[in-house]
Nanobody
Framework: QVQLVESGGGLVQAGASLRLSCAAS????????MGWFRQAPGKEREFVAA????????YYGESVKGRFTISRDNAKNTVSLQMNSLKPEDTAVYYC?????????????????WGQGTQVTVSS
């Protein structure tokens, strides 16, 4: 069982940066692929980024490539999402998720545990 708690959301202007963090419980954090997803009002949950067990491989959604960076610290049981050059279309609730699979996936169905989400609002 893994519990995930996100933090770091807020209201910023376009072009600003935010750093989201996700704290995970459990002793086997390094055995989970970690991902970030987001969901805007009226839209489906969208893949943002994911990172492999030891951070060797990272994957990004097309809309955030070059602007967002995912990282993890297995010693601290945390995964972070650095978001730069934010745009109004990045406005959404951002969710941290953990997957027991070995391979990194961009699908919501591959993730077994989810946090409660943190709101990110980008004004124009």
């Amino acid at each position: 069982q893994v519990q995930l708690v996100e933090s770091g959301g807020g209201l910023v202007q376009a072009g600003a940066s935010l750093r989201l963090s996700c704290a995970a419980s459990g002793r086997t954090f390094s055995n989970y692929v970690m991902g970030w997803f987001r969901q805007a009002p009226g839209k489906e949950r969208e893949f943002v980024a994911a990172i492999s067990w030891y951070g060797v491989r990272t994957y990004y959604g097309e809309s955030v490539k070059g602007r967002f960076t995912i990282s993890r610290d297995n010693a601290k049981n945390t995964v972070s999402l650095q978001m730069n050059s934010l745009k109004p279309e990045d406005t959404a609730v951002y969710y941290c998720a953990a997957s027991r699979r070995v391979e990194v996936s961009t699908l919501t169905t591959a993730y077994n545990y989810w946090g409660q989400g943190t709101q990110v609002t980008v004004s124009s």
